[in-house]
C-alpha cells in the first residue's frame, strides 16, 4: 500500500443506501428527530459488525439524497478497512443492516436495501473483488470534512450501548462475533413526520434560537426541503450574488466553487443552479445551515420578497 509519508492509514470512501420497498424511504424515516437516532443505531451496529469493532470505521456525515442515505466513512486503519471491504464484498454488511433496521424500527420483517460503494469518481462495486485496488481508492480519498455535529450528538445519545467485541488490537477479533446490542428502545415506524411549517416561537425558547426580521421574531430552524425549493424557483439571476454572500462564512462555497457550479449547470437552467448551490451549502454546514443565515444573505442582495416567502409572510406583493 502506497503512503503519504504518515504513520497513519486514513481513507475515505461514501456508503449509499436505498430500501428498494416503496413502503420504506429511508431518508424521510432519517429526517423524522424521533426516528433518526433509530437508523442511526442500525448503521452504526451493522458497520461495527463489519470490522469486529464499534471504531473500525468513523460516520462523518449521513446526507439524505432521494432515494439514498449516504454515509460519508473514514477509515483510520488499514486492517478495518479490508474487513468492512470483505463484509461489503460478501453481503454481510447488507444482511446486518438489514436486521439492525427491522429491530431498531419495530418492523414486522426485514428492510430489503441496496448497496453502492464510492470513493471519489471510483465506483467500487465494480472492482469489489479486486481488494488492493478499492483500498487504494479509499486510501488516496481523504476526508474532506470533520465530522458532522448532528452525529456527534447521536452518538453521545449512544452512551448506554454495550459491545461484545473483543479490543481492536486483539489478534482474535472476527467479523464472526455477536453483533453488538444497544439498551435504548426501538422507535415505532408510526411516528408522526416532522413539521416544517411551525414559525410561532415557544415562550421557552432560548433567545440565542431566534432572531429578528422585520421586527418581527423567528424560530432560526434548520432549511428545509421546502426552503430549499421555494429558494431555486425564486431566487433567479441572483442565486450567484446570495452564494458570494453565503461563501464568507462556508468553505465550501469558496471559490472558484460558485463559478464551477454555473459551468456544470448551464445546461439544466437557474432553478438547478440555484439548487445545487444551496445543496453544497447544506450539506457542507449541517445543522449550522439555518434559516437566518440564508435571510441575511437574501436580505444582502435586495431580495427581501424571497426572504418573507421563506418565512411565511406572503406579502401583498409576490414580486422580487
Known sequence: ?????????????????????????????????KQKPSVFKALKLALADSTGSLNGVDMLKVHCSDPHLIIQLKFCNEENCRRFLQSYREGALQDALQKHL????????????????????????????????????????????????EITEL???????????????????SLNSPPLSLNSP????????????????PKSLPQENTFTFQDQQF???????????????LVSKKWKQVGRSL?????????????????????????????????????????????????????????ISLAEELLGLHPNENTL
Open 1 to 33: 500500500m502506497m503512503r503519504d509519508g504518515s504513520d497513519v492509514w486514513v481513507g475515505s470512501a461514501y456508503l449509499f443506501v436505498e430500501s428498494t420497498s416503496e413502503k420504506v424511504l429511508l431518508p424521510m424515516i432519517y429526517g423524522n428527530p
Open 102 to 149: 427491522k429491530v431498531s424500527l419495530s418492523m414486522p420483517s426485514l428492510v430489503p436495501l441496496r448497496m453502492e460503494l464510492k470513493a471519489g469518481a471510483e465506483k467500487l462495486d465494480s472492482m469489489i473483488r479486486e481488494e488492493e485496488r478499492c483500498l487504494e481508492c479509499i486510501y488516496h480519498e481523504k476526508p474532506n470534512r470533520l465530522r458532522d455535529e
Open 155 to 173: 452518538e453521545e445519545s449512544l452512551s448506554s450501548l454495550k459491545c461484545s467485541f473483543p479490543d481492536d488490537n486483539d489478534s482474535n477479533s
Open 186 to 201: 426501538p422507535l415505532s415506524l408510526n411516528s408522526p413526520p416532522p413539521s416544517y411549517s411551525s414559525l410561532e416561537i
Open 219 to 233: 424560530a432560526n430552524r434548520k432549511i428545509t426541503p421546502d426552503d430549499h425549493q421555494t429558494f431555486a424557483k
Open 247 to 303: 461563501q464568507v462564512s462556508c468553505r465550501a462555497l469558496r471559490d472558484p466553487v460558485i463559478d464551477n457550479l454555473a459551468i456544470e449547470y448551464e445546461r439544466e437552467g437557474l432553478y438547478e443552479q440555484a439548487y445545487q448551490l444551496l445543496r453544497r451549502f447544506i450539506d457542507s454546514e449541517g445543522k449550522r445551515a439555518t434559516i437566518q443565515r440564508l435571510v441575511t444573505a437574501l436580505e444582502e442582495n435586495g431580495l
